[in-house]
């Protein structure tokens, strides 16, 4: 198996679409570049997806968000019901704040 860059962003910086191509530039927030730069990301990573595939990818992150929050929320309803039973003796079984995605 080859092995894939990994990047991280911690948003967008800018879109720039021509000739059918998206060029989605990821920036990272640093303490340096929160220093120098006035607080302003700087760049971490170039995306390049093909404008007939945005509504594709669009559409996995949206699902993909949608399933993290319903997990979330599975989470804290679990937390609530182990600190309601924590006080009755029951012992709790997970971390807090922890859930796994395999989806």
């Known amino acids: 198996m080859t092995s894939i860059p990994t990047v991280f ?61 319903a997990r979330a929320k599975e989470v804290a309803a679990s937390q609530a019901g182990a600190q309601a039973n924590q006080g009755q003796g029951q012992p709790q079984d997970q971390v807090a704040g922890a859930f796994r995605f395999n989806g």
Not at 22 to 38: H, M
Not at 52 to 58: D, G, I, R, S, T
């Open 9 to 69: 962003g911690d948003g967008i910086i800018d879109v720039h679409v021509a000739s059918g191509v998206a060029r989605i530039t990821l920036g990272v927030q640093t303490s340096a570049s929160a220093a120098v730069k006035d607080g302003k990301p700087e760049p971490s990573a170039l995306v390049i997806v093909p404008v007939l595939q945005l509504p594709n990818l669009a559409r996995v992150l949206a699902d993909v968000t949608r399933q993290i929050e």
